[in-house]
């Protein structure tokens, strides 16, 4: 009994050492932890965290940001550089561009893609493009377009609209430059099989091809062929296309421009040079109607604003009041008005016109010009302060209504002693006074565009050019002052 306790006691003990063993810091592998550790605070490893947690956000949102640049450049439009907006996809070639810009490639001519300049059908809204781009600008609104330039493409293309494509127009031919200048080149109408669907009896040869039978420019104009008065290239004289001016004699081919290549009926032509009333403004040839007078051309163009007439109604209306008259055009010829082309003419001189090309139609219109706002005063529809202006004694051969006339310098010395006011200016004299010829139109229509009496003009003129030997008086009563 006692040996088994004795072995219980030593049991205990040896448990006991080799606990002691184990805990003691010399002989345990674990090395112990760090004294500094044991004093730090809490609060500073707890901080220490945060800032870590930071710097990883921080991380995260430039990631996020980098991707958003980078998916934005992808949806790039290919036309505007810009972030796609209402995005269209074309097709085949499957390119994405803004709908208001695809509109308008097609609009100016585009028949392909605007990309890759491949053949294409259609371009149509791409709702897939538009989901993505509405995601990022959910997490990137600075990267939306702005206000104006939204609503300036919304003018442009409706949302869900799906474009075509033109189909592409035929490539020119390419031009040949080393075809000589010496000889004549064919009409249209010479080819056999051509589209007009008529054939030159005798056809011009064709240099490129026959050049021992090719027409030589110095032996004259082809057989049965001149050249057109518009774009200068032969015509055939019988191909129905061909028209002919009655006034100067022109033909023309009515194939290169048909609106300007072209000899119309009289009263459908439109004068060349004048399409609307800015072009009477800039036309020197209104105002030499009105011997100058800037004064009584502001109150035409001012009535011719108001009534909204164009210069294609004014030219109408001459031609109307031309035909009301006896010889018609015929004291227009005798002026020679027109000028005739080196083509003779193939009728009697006297024979009525009924074409007329756009030169021969400008030069009626500048001609008559003066007459038909004679008539139109009388219609009564200017204001009183226009209608009652004194009527100048010298009429329209008034040589104070123009500061540009030719006789300045002698009408100057004049004014010195019979004016006083220093503030007096030609503008005013034509502004006080009526200078247009209020007298009717006679059957033997006279010029609108007259000049000064030839008598008048001389006189002047040579008191213009007086020595010092003469005295003013004397120019007094070569030119009496008007008013």
Not at 202 to 225: F, M
Not at 239 to 256: E, L, V
Request: charged letters at 20%; proline letters at 7%.
């Amino acid at each position: 009994m006692a040996e088994v306790e004795s072995k219980a006691d030593s049991h205990l003990q040896e448990t006991q050492d080799a606990t002691l063993t184990r805990n003691s810091p010399a002989l345990s592998l674990k090395r112990s932890a760090s004294p500094t550790c044991e004093d730090q605070d809490p609060r500073k490893r707890f901080k220490g965290s945060e800032e870590s947690m930071d710097n990883q956000c921080t991380a995260q949102g430039g990631n996020e940001s980098q991707l958003a640049d980078e998916i934005a450049q992808e949806l790039e439009c290919g036309c505007c550089s810009e972030l796609l907006y209402k995005p269209v996809m074309v097709s085949p070639c499957q390119h994405i561009f803004c709908g208001s810009c695809c509109l308008l490639w097609i609009r100016n001519g585009g028949t392909n893609c605007p990309a890759c300049r491949a053949s294409s059908t259609t371009a149509a809204p791409s709702r897939p493009l538009q989901l993505v781009i509405d995601v990022l600008l959910r997490n990137a609104p600075h990267k939306a377009r702005s206000v104006r330039e939204r609503e300036q493409a919304d003018e442009i293309y409706k949302s869900g609209t799906i474009m075509r494509f033109p189909s592409p127009r035929e490539v020119s031919p390419e031009p040949n430059v080393n075809i000589s200048t010496e000889y004549a080149r064919p009409c249209p109408h010479c080819s056999p099989n051509n589209v007009y669907g008529w054939s030159c009896p005798i056809p011009i040869p064709d240099p490129t091809v026959d050049l021992e039978h090719a027409w030589h420019i110095d032996d004259g104009l082809p057989t049965g062929h001149v050249q057109c008065g518009n774009c200068e290239t032969f015509l055939a004289l019988r191909a129905p296309s061909t028209t002919k001016c009655d006034f100067c004699k022109t033909y023309f081919c009515g194939i290169g421009v048909p609106s300007r290549c072209s000899a119309a009926p009289i009263s459908l032509q439109q004068p060349h040079g004048f399409t609307d009333i800015s072009d009477l403004i800039q036309s020197s040839d209104v105002y030499e109607c009105f011997n100058s007078n800037t004064i009584e051309v502001e109150i035409m163009l001012d009535y011719i604003t108001t009534q909204g007439l164009s210069p294609r109604h004014i030219y109408r209306d001459i031609v109307k009041h031309i035909l009301e008259q006896p010889r018609q055009f015929q004291p227009l010829i005798e002026m020679d008005l027109f000028t005739i082309s080196h083509v003779p003419a193939e009728s009697d001189s006297s024979a009525t016109p009924h074409t007329i090309c756009r030169s021969c139609a400008c030069e009626i219109f500048i001609w008559g010009l003066k007459d038909w706002w004679i008539r139109e005063r009388r219609k009564g529809f200017l204001e009183e302060s226009v209608m009652n202006r004194k009527d100048c004694p010298e009429g329209s051969g008034c040589v104070m209504q123009t500061e540009f006339g030719l006789f300045n310098f002698t009408i100057s010395l004049i004014l010195v002693f019979s004016l006083t006011s220093s503030r007096w200016t030609f503008a005013d004299h034509a502004r006080e006074f009526n200078h247009i010829d209020g007298k009717p139109v006679e059957s033997e229509i006279s010029s609108a565009c007259s000049t000064p009496p030839k008598e008048t003009t001389e006189t002047i003129t040579e008191v213009g050019i007086t020595e010092g030997d003469r005295t003013s008086s004397t120019a007094s009563e070569s030119a009496p002052v008007c008013g």
